[in-house]
């Protein structure tokens, strides 16, 4: 387990202008991928964003996590922090593998839309006319549930089959028989495409409709179309447990203010929709598929054109909170638009965020419950400049400064106007060892 300490001051890395332009950086250097991995000011973006993520994870005492940038088709930087079995010492790094869970949809959501390219499914069809057992009793709107309805989470379904598989410490996940058996005495909760309700129960019907129409298991199917053509070979739609790269899951903080190990499972008939095991590498791996795919012309198990359709919003809430796609969330930040997935599993918490216009991506993975997983990608997405530690919004902490002489600089005010003097003391190495502000180090 982590813990607390006091790190590094980041002064010796602030030399120069303190907001970074993010990855407006990429325009200006002409959108060289050599210009954004070798530039030193994304070199000390990177540097920070590691000071900021490593406090968070210690403050936060999460046992291990890594988390991985990509722009475009260029591997920015990865990283481990922490342990991934701390009660064996072992490091977490970014070969790691976690339960990605709700991660999962994304895959499954792919690997339907490669059947819709052949013709084998509409986005309009009715789940029983792939599903002769689908019997699940429907709260009638006039409008059916659709496939398109199970990927955006407009379907009106329960959030779950109906068993306590989340319930610890068995958690007794549901073969695919029992889940087709449960479902008959199941009832919908709304009429379908009126709300959107997030369901496991949905996406794990689209992997027996990819099941049902590719005349294979569904694990065969992905593995063949889309993981081994996409070269993900360490993601699997399966937990595992025994490989030696598999981290220790644990729980959230009790009130003892300690985290209790997770037990191991399957998710079973779950699987399409939250049973996968990955990497962050692997990850990003999927967010440079993309890229690349909206780029170029060709073909690379989906057409581009089918990406851009499952990245469209295709499911507005009411209320204007939710945006869907197919299979991916939807949303704004900061006034740009990311796509992309989190997952919350018993012992683990993970996200994938992506930027399709500007093409930063990262994702996070960690072996703890009680995490803000969305929170990491996001802030290594925005390539953030001085925060100080630790800090829920890392913006908020933002400081620039203007370079007087040697290692003194003075505070600029939000008017342009300067202010007080700050100076970066030095040991005899030359390192930073202070920041001086108002006398005080």
Known sequence: MTTRSVLPPLAAFLAGAMVLPGWGLAQAQGNSLQALSGHPRVEQA?????????????????????????????????????????????????????????????????AAMTLWEEGKIELNDRVEEHLSWFALEERQSGLPLTLESLLTHSSGLPRESDSPYWSPPSFDFPDRQEIRTRIRNQRSLYPSQRYFQYSNLGLTLVGEVVAATSDTTYSAYVQEEVLGPLNLESTSPSLAWTSERMATGYSATTRSGDREPVPSFQTEGLAPAAGYASSVLDLVELASWQFRLLEGESEEVLRPSTLRKMHNVHWVDPGWDVHWGLGFSVWRADEKTYVGHGGNCPGFRSHLALRPDEKPGAAFAANANGTDSQKFTETAIQILAFVDLPTDDPLEGLEELKHVEGNTFRRVRENDELAELVRFRTDDSGRVDALIQHSNA
């Open 46 to 110: 990177l540097t920070l964003l590691d000071r900021w993520a490593r406090a968070e994870l210690t403050y936060n005492e999460i046992p291990g996590a890594p988390l991985a940038v990509v722009h475009d088709q260029e591997r920015l930087w990865a990283k481990g922090w922490g342990m991934k079995r701390p009660d064996e010492n072992e490091e977490a790094t970014p070969r790691t593998l976690y339960s990605v869970c709700s991660i999962s949809k994304l895959f499954t959501s792919v």
